[in-house]
Structures are given as C-alpha cells and as structure tokens.
C-alpha cells in the first residue's frame, strides 16, 4: 500500500525520531541496535497521536483502548504500557470487548466501545496463537488490529508465511506497508478501521540501522527536547477522553441503572458463582489434541457467558 507524502509525514517525523533515539538508547545498553523496535518509531507515532485512546494517568480506565506487546521484543516501545503480551492476550482482550459491548451497549449509549491494538514479532507456529487466530477470524473480530514486521529474519528457522496464514484464518491482511512512511501507515490504520467485517494483520518493514550507523551511535548520550517531551505528553487528551466516557456512563446509570451496577461489578472482576467450571471446560477443549475452531469457540463463549452471569 503506498500513500502521497503529506504533511502528516513532515509533523509525525520530529516525534518519530525522538522515539527512535530514546529506543537505540535502551538497544545500546543491550548491544542491540538490530532489534526490531529500532523501526517501529513512525508506527508509534501515528498510533499514539491519532488512533490510541488511552489516559496515561488511569491505565484502569475501562473504555481505553487495548494495546498488547509481544513479550521481550518490544517492551520498550512503550513508557507505560497499558497491556503486555502476544497474540493470544491480544484475541481475549478483543473478545472480551465485542461480549461486553453485546450485552451492555443501547442505543445512543456506547459504553463499551474501544479497540485492542497488538504489535507483534511472532507469528501462528505455537498451537494457541494459531487457534487465536482462526477464532478471531471466525467471530469476525473487527476492533482486532495487529501489525506484524515481515521484515524480521531468523538465523534459527526460516520465516513463516504469517501473512497467509492469517488471510487464510479470515484475517484481512494489509501487505507491503512502509513503517518508516508516517502517511502509509495512516492509511494502513484508515483502511483497518474501516473494515467492519474481520480483524486486521498490517504487514509493515523497515530497514535496519546500517553497519556505520551503528557504530556511530555507540557511545552517544542522547537527550529529548523539552518540546518534543510535550508533543509526547498525552495526559490532556487522555483526561478529555476519560471525562467525556463518564459523563455518558453517568447518564446511562441514569436510564439503565441496573445494567449500570452490573458493568461495574463486571469490570472491577466480581466473578460469578460457575465461572470456574467453565474455565475449566474451556482449558479441557484447547487442550484436546483435534478440538475445532468452532468447538473453541463455543467454549469460550461459554466461559464469557458464565462470567457475566
């Protein structure tokens, strides 16, 4: 997919840069300039200051959007992650948000109304990511959108073909996104929110620092200006965020006040009495060797369902 340069290209850079250095540092330290989240700076920047809803001064917030890390890869992508994970904490997460959304939603008042965003390294070779996968697909999870760097290469195994394997599990695979082009990955993230049928995969590569890029960062001290530190501050707009839920979670407490103390109850993690059993039930039939897309899937609406009851 390839976009016209803009000006969005030209106002994301300075950000971008500024992230990219903070993230050569922590690589630095490591001796890692050839990770991976050295590339992510132009995707950061897009979602943060334009698709993530987030309030950095309450991650508890419970209409945030999700956003899932894989484990050790790119945790430094993020000052104060809001989640962290794989794919299959990504798939619970957007799950949880369409059940959610399903029982407690009416008309004119989307309490449950957020998205879960996942950025991955991984791809389907572990059996649970796979049935992740193919369950997110089945139910049509939309809200679902991971990106994934084709670019990475593995010395151990030879590169999967992730991006076929999620098309062929009913994803909507977006391919050949430039991450260092701020305007391409926009409308990558355009193109995966106007998709109402399916969970998107955004394919992005970036290339690696070259051989004298890196030895000329090794031993530099970096440092932020002040003004980018602002531009990167999204407090403000988080507690706009937040405020503005609550006054519409208020006036649906208002017109639906027992489904209103149900939600709480339901977010503050108050189980029901045969939450267990079905957990349980749910483990059983991920653990059958043979078990269906759609076998899972019925279990773990049951489990949803039990919980919410």
């Not at 917030?61 to 956003?67: F, G, I, Q, T, V």
């Not at 004119?108 to 796979?130: M, N």
């Not at 929110?193 to 290339?207: A, N, Q, V």
Request: overall charge negative; aromatic content about 6%.
């Amino acid at each position: 997919m390839n976009a016209q340069p803009t000006a969005l290209t030209a106002w994301r850079a300075p950000r971008a840069d500024a992230l990219r250095l903070l993230r050569d540092d922590s690589s630095l330290q490591i001796d890692d300039l050839d990770s991976p989240l050295v590339g992510l700076g132009e995707i950061s920047a897009v979602l943060w200051r334009r698709y993530l809803r987030h309030n950095p001064a309450n991650p508890r917030w419970p209409d945030r959007d999700r956003l899932v890390l894989t484990p050790g890869r790119h945790t430094s992508s993020l000052q104060s992650p809001l989640q962290s994970g794989g794919l299959v904490d990504a798939f619970g997460a957007a799950l949880a948000e369409v059940l959610l959304a399903a029982e407690f939603n009416r008309p004119g008042y989307a309490i449950v109304d957020h998205r879960t965003y996942a950025i991955l390294d991984e791809g389907l070779r572990e059996r649970t990511a796979s049935v992740a996968a193919a369950v997110a697909g089945a139910a049509g999870l939309h809200r679902l959108i991971a990106f994934y760097d084709v670019g990475v290469r593995s010395d151990v195994e030879p590169r999967e073909d992730a991006p076929g394997s999620f098309e062929a599990r009913g994803w909507n695979v977006l391919r050949d996104i430039n991450g260092l082009d701020a305007a391409c990955v926009e409308a990558a993230l355009s193109s995966a929110h106007g998709c109402e049928e399916r969970p998107t995969l955004i394919c992005y590569s970036t290339s690696a620092p070259l051989p004298e890029e890196r030895n000329a960062a090794r031993g530099c001290a970096f440092g932020i200006p002040g003004a980018l530190r602002t531009a990167w501050d999204g407090r403000a707009r988080g507690r706009e965020l937040e405020q503005s839920w609550r006054e519409r979670f208020h006036e649906y407490g208002r017109v639906y006040p027992r489904l209103a103390v149900e939600f709480a109850a339901r977010i503050n993690a108050e189980r029901s009495p045969g939450w267990q059993r079905s957990v349980d039930e749910l483990i059983a039939c991920l653990a059958k060797d043979g078990g269906t897309v759609e076998s899972i899937a019925r279990a773990a609406q049951d489990a949803m369902r039990a919980a919410s009851h």
